[in-house]
């Protein structure tokens, strides 16, 4: 199973992808480094919630949307945590 942020990459990129933007234009609109981006998607970093809701934000989707589609994704861990 990938782990939370390797899921959460997939996610992000395939929401920016359908918005047909680019890393550069998803920085700009959520007012993050395009490098930080980079990393989100390769699943090297996670974001806090704050960043998580400019993120989506600057999606057009909610937070809670992003976080179901890592969930379906098999991102969650085990459910006794």
């Known amino acids: 199973m990938d782990s939370i942020a390797k899921t959460f990459g997939k996610v992000l990129k395939e929401q920016r992808k359908k918005k047909g933007l ?11 480094d395009r490098t930080y981006i980079s990393q989100l998607e390769r699943g090297k970093r996670t ?11 600057a999606l057009g989707v ?20």
């Open 47 to 57: 974001p806090s919630i704050e960043t998580l809701f400019k993120i989506a934000q």
């Open 22 to 32: 680019s890393q550069d234009a998803l920085a700009t609109d959520s007012d993050l």
């Open 62 to 81: 909610t937070a809670s949307s992003m976080i179901r589609d890592v969930e379906k994704l098999g991102g969650s861990r085990s459910k006794s945590h």
